[in-house]
């Protein structure tokens, strides 16, 4: 079948998702002139909304917080979004272009995006209380977690990624006994490297979280009064709440069974682009080799990048360019203390280290000899987030810099930043 369609901007688009990724492709399509039917399916009750809130002010804050809409059209006199919530899509025809639901309606399209994000990985443990494990992924998931954080109770966290630490933070933030199981030997291994699960772990001890490294749960059973008996590597403890955060699933699926190439994640390139040129795919489903990171392609599970590549997919299908990529971006809330994570920091490099009075920046330059100056490529900002929108511009102006210099205490990073003024340009879309 060919599109009915010539003029990019009257594409018919349809968005399987509503999520971060799905509110970006739709806001970006308006905002570039797009003034076809844009149709957003998704699967939970709400519209598009922001997750990182959730392990942060959700469990913690004495309100709850209000759930602020990412489609909010209505203001900007573009045309609206036909979102349809509580749906689910259960199969892609790309032979004839349509998508199908399961209350059995199917909807055309010129354009499909899939921006189905992931699920969390669930854990299957020796004894009868896997299925009473809490997992972290939408707003159901955070009001059953903060209905049951109280003061005094205890928490068994499984998994010290970036949710399960943030979900310790919170709980301790409440008075809740927190004790945090992490298999591996530092937390958030696959993110970020050993130096920065050191900086990780000093935090979540100071805020009084009992963490665990080398460790694991043997066996989770129900106990009559209603809590949990967890046997741990060395010790059996009860609970009144276990949380895991062990993981993303892509939700790949759909993609897969409709014959687009996956793998961890519907295979695309950074704009979106799969395989076939009427489908897309963006957000945290999307995996894909970043221009500035290490070979390979892999999925960038965070809120910069469902913005980014939502948006750059949007253009894409419009036939419009990103101008120009920019460093990944990722941030932490670790109780008061902000984490922030530019590039790919690289497990193997040492980086420059600026410490003062319990803020540090770590900064990851390119190869060079030692004492020769090279660009920055990486960096990670803890309880230092002035420090990060420097280092963005220091990368987007290709600033080049020594590691004594960048070192010095007596240079603050902004002081650089200016003396390098009429460098070469990284390029980037300057955000
Ligand atoms: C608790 C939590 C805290 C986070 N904190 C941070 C943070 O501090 N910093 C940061 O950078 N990132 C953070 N993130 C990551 C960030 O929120 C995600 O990367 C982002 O939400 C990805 O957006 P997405 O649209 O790709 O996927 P999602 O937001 O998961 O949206 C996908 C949507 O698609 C729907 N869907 C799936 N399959 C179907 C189907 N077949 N039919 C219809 N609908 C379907 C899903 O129900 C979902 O609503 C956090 C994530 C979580 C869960």
């Not at 990985?121 to 009868?128: A, M, Q, S």
């Not at 670790?334 to 920046?361: H, K, M, S, Y």
Request: hydrophobic share 40%; proline share 4%.
């Amino acid at each position: 079948m060919t599109s009915q369609s010539t003029d990019p901007l009257t594409l018919r688009v349809v968005i399987v998702g509503a999520g971060q990724a799905a509110a970006a492709v739709a806001r970006t399509l308006r905002a570039e002139g797009h003034r076809g039917d844009i149709t957003m399916l998704g699967a939970e009750r709400v519209g598009p909304y922001e997750r990182p809130p959730l392990s942060k002010t959700w469990l913690s804050a004495e309100a709850l917080p209000e759930i602020a809409s990412l489609l909010d059209l209505s203001r900007s006199g573009q045309p609206e979004v036909d979102l349809r919530t509580g749906v689910n899509v259960t199969r892609i025809d790309r032979a004839l272009r349509t998508v199908h639901v399961d209350d059995g309606t199917e909807f055309r399209f010129d354009r499909l995006v899939i921006a189905t994000g992931g699920r969390a990985r669930r854990l299957e443990l020796p004894g009868d209380a896997s299925d009473d494990i809490t997992y972290l992924r939408t707003t159901d998931d955070a009001l059953h977690i903060r209905r049951r954080l109280k003061r005094g109770k205890r928490l068994l966290v499984i998994g010290g990624g970036w949710i399960g630490l943030e979900t310790a933070c919170s709980a301790r933030r409440l008075g809740v006994d927190v004790i945090l199981v992490e298999a591996g030997q530092r937390l958030c291994e696959r993110t970020v490297p050993a130096i920065v699960g050191e900086h990780l772990l000093r935090i979540q001890r100071s805020l009084g979280v009992d963490v665990r490294l080398s460790a694991g749960v043997d066996r989770l059973s129900k106990l009559p009064d209603g809590r949990y008996a967890a046997s741990l590597t060395d010790t059996q403890e009860a609970f009144d709440l276990v949380v895991a955060g062990v993981g993303m699933v892509a939700n790949d699926e759909l993609a897969a069974a409709s014959g687009l190439p996956c793998a961890g994640g519907v295979l695309c390139d950074v704009e979106g682009r799969t395989t076939d040129p009427h489908v897309f795919a963006c957000g945290d489903v999307a995996s894909f080799e970043h221009p500035f990171g290490p070979v390979g392609t892999r999925r960038l599970e965070s809120w910069d990048n469902a913005e980014q590549q939502g948006a750059a997919c949007a253009r894409a299908i419009l036939g419009k360019q990103t101008a120009a990529h920019s460093l990944p971006w990722f941030w932490s809330d670790q109780g008061d203390v902000n984490v922030q994570i530019l590039g790919f920091p690289n497990a193997t490099d040492t980086p420059v280290l600026r410490e003062d009075d319990g803020r540090a920046t770590l900064i990851w330059l390119g190869q060079c000899a030692i004492d020769e100056p090279a660009r920055i490529e990486a960096a990670v900002c803890i309880n230092a987030p002035a420090d990060m929108p420097i280092l963005r511009r220091m990368w987007q102006k290709g600033v080049s810099v020594d590691r004594h210099t960048l070192a010095s205490k007596d240079l603050s990073l902004k002081s650089l930043l200016q003396r390098s003024a009429g460098v070469g340009q990284n390029g980037s879309a300057g955000t």
